[in-house]
């Protein structure tokens, strides 16, 4: 299967049945190739209309760009921020979800919250992404393809945090806002996730 069996619990999860769970409609724990390809088709807009703006001015400038969306997606999120996902807890060596499809599970999983300083790395990163092909705009005066660029990835985010981030499981994300009481309920089927965070609570 390309994706999680949608009706068996994840590994983290002590319910014997999806079937039991009370928020199975208010979180989401199982994704689809429909998830995916919804993803795509939001992210890859404002990377490609930023991929033709570096190379309007000169494609040897792209290689840069590219092997650090590569780095960053493919390996530092995933340590930063992947590595805390319930998801990560799956045996396989790759991930199986919607944003990070493929990339490989090299790090330990880690229950819990975030560090500043993974998170630092985490925003960082994006800025990066998202901030390479901006000189290029501005140096060549590409005012449209810059205005296109920007709604496109303004509507990535707005997108990202009002339908997907908000029923993500990955609490420790800082663009998480899963409402509260569903946290709650999820820490009481995945007793692993809760007792890590209980630990940073303890120790903040």
């Known amino acids: 299967m390309m994706f999680f069996d949608p009706e068996k619990p994840l590994a983290t999860c002590e319910l014997d049945s999806c079937d039991d769970c009370t928020i199975h409609s208010n979180l989401h724990c199982h994704f689809s190739a429909k998830d995916w390809i919804h993803f795509l088709f939001i992210a890859f807009p404002p990377i ?43 045996s396989l060596k790759v991930l199986k979800c919607w944003a990070n499809y493929g990339s490989p599970k090299i790090w ?25 092909p901006l000189p290029f705009f501005i140096f060549d005066k590409q005012l449209l393809l810059s205005a296109v660029y920007s709604m496109t990835t303004i509507g990535f985010f707005m997108t990202m945090i009002n339908y997907m981030c908000s029923q993500c499981m990955n609490f420790a994300c800082p663009l998480n806002h899963v409402d509260d009481n569903v946290r709650v309920q999820f820490f009481k089927y995945n007793p692993i996730v809760a007792k890590a965070w209980e630990k940073w609570k303890e120790g903040s």
């Open 108 to 132: 330990k999983y880690r229950p819990g919250p975030m560090t500043l300083i993974e998170k630092a790395v985490f925003f960082s990163g994006l800025t990066i992404v998202w901030g390479y």
């Open 48 to 90: 490609l209309l930023g991929g033709a703006g570096i190379n309007n001015i000169n494609g040897w400038l792209l290689i840069p760009w590219i092997i650090f969306l590569v780095a960053f997606f493919g390996f530092i999120e995933i340590r930063v921020m992947c590595s805390h996902c319930p998801h990560y807890a799956e």
